[in-house]
């Protein structure tokens, strides 16, 4: 996941999303874009579930 | 007789970097490759397409503040990118189609081109890619 941090390439702090064929590498190196981390989702009540079976 | 009054003054986006004020003449060229097909009972050459051998010209401004025309590029030298140019601003349409090449390759940057007492301008050419041409609003 990306955030536009330059203006030249969108909105500042809204999401980048690339489009095909862009270089990202670029885009980062000069600044015009941060990788950030996804948001943890919270686990939900399947995933303990799994998590149970897998512990047995 | 002209029926139409064109005033250039297109958008420019290479790799998602939005140049316009960077640039002051864009000229996309859309060319195939020609493959001679003359055959025995012709009377004349004919020609077929071969693959696409688009380019991209662009005369900018040489700047080297932060986020500008060469911190854009000098990452893209030897790489392939999208770049796009516009006939107007968006949106797309018919009228103003959006004009992309996909996979374009920057063979050389002049990474300075200077003379006493004028603004520093480069050109440069973003080579291949395959052609698009969008004429609908996102």
């Known amino acids: 996941m990306y955030k536009i941090v330059s203006p030249r390439v969108g909105t500042p702090g809204e999401e980048f999303v690339p489009i095909g064929g862009v270089n990202l590498d670029a885009l980062l190196a000069a600044g015009f874009i941060v990788k950030i981390e996804k948001p943890k989702t919270a686990k939900t009540k399947g995933d303990n579930i799994t998590e149970d079976k897998e512990s047995e | ?138």
């Not at chain 2, 005033?7 to 939005?18: A, E, G, R, Y």
């Open chain 2, 1 to 138: 007789m002209a029926t139409s009054t064109y005033l250039s003054n297109p958008v420019v986006i290479v790799n998602s970097v939005d140049l316009t004020n960077q640039c002051t003449a864009a000229t996309l060229t859309r060319r195939f490759a020609e493959l001679d097909a003359t055959s025995f009972g012709d009377t004349s050459t004919k020609y077929t397409a071969g693959l696409q051998d688009n380019e991209l010209t662009l005369t900018l401004y040489m700047s080297y503040a932060a986020t500008e025309t060469y911190a854009t590029l000098s990452s893209l030298v030897g790489t392939t990118t999208t770049v796009r140019v516009q006939p107007a601003a968006p949106p797309d349409s018919a009228t103003n189609p959006g004009l992309i090449l996909t996979g374009a390759f920057l063979a050389e940057l002049p990474v300075l081109n200077a003379t006493m007492g004028e603004l520093s301008t480069i050109d440069v050419v973003f080579r291949g890619g395959v052609f698009s041409a969008d004429t609908t609003a996102p």
